[in-house]
């Protein structure tokens, strides 16, 4: 499978809040760094923290645009709250490997009514 096509299942999967599918979209050891949190490791780690983030607030992601090169693919997104973001994936033998996210935490977490940790 291509990069894009797993990505494209990697949003339906999202949009659906669908945190078991996601999960099994990682290898067993791949890390999943969201660059305003701490990198996640693992597939069981990954798994839980979707679990997490959708139990906290509804998510969405419109596609803007996917790009592919070699085994990487680019997700350009926004949500319907006017948040936008990118994400690289990683994608060897059909898994993603590593994931790394850009997207503003104070504005999530502002949009979403959820607190903000304080320094």
């Given at each position: 499978?291509?990069?894009?096509?797993?990505?494209?299942?990697?949003?339906?999967?999202?949009?659906?809040a669908?945190?078991?599918?996601?999960?099994?979209?990682?290898?067993?050891?791949?890390?999943?760094?969201?660059?305003?949190?701490e990198?996640?490791?693992?597939?069981?780690?990954?798994?839980?923290?979707?679990?997490?983030?959708?139990?906290?607030?509804?998510?969405?992601?419109?596609v803007?645009?996917?790009?592919?090169?070699?085994?990487?693919?680019?997700?350009?997104?926004?949500?319907?709250?006017?948040?936008?973001?990118?994400?690289?994936?990683?994608?060897?033998?059909?898994?993603?490997?590593?994931?790394?996210?850009?997207?503003?935490?104070?504005?999530?977490?502002?949009?979403?009514?959820?607190?903000?940790?304080?320094?």
């Amino acid at each position: 499978m291509r990069p894009r096509e797993l990505i494209e299942k990697w949003v339906e999967a999202f949009n659906n809040a669908d945190f078991d599918e996601l999960g099994e979209m990682y290898s067993e050891d791949a890390v999943n760094y969201q660059v305003p949190e701490e990198p996640v490791e693992g597939r069981e780690a990954i798994r839980k923290m979707f679990k997490e983030e959708f139990a906290r607030a509804e998510m969405v992601c419109i596609v803007e645009n996917i790009f592919e090169d070699g085994e990487w693919a680019i997700l350009e997104w926004k949500d319907p709250l006017g948040l936008r973001g990118c994400g690289f994936f990683h994608v060897v033998n059909d898994k993603i490997v590593f994931q790394r996210g850009y997207w503003d935490k104070l504005s999530f977490l502002r949009q979403h009514g959820l607190p903000i940790p304080e320094e």
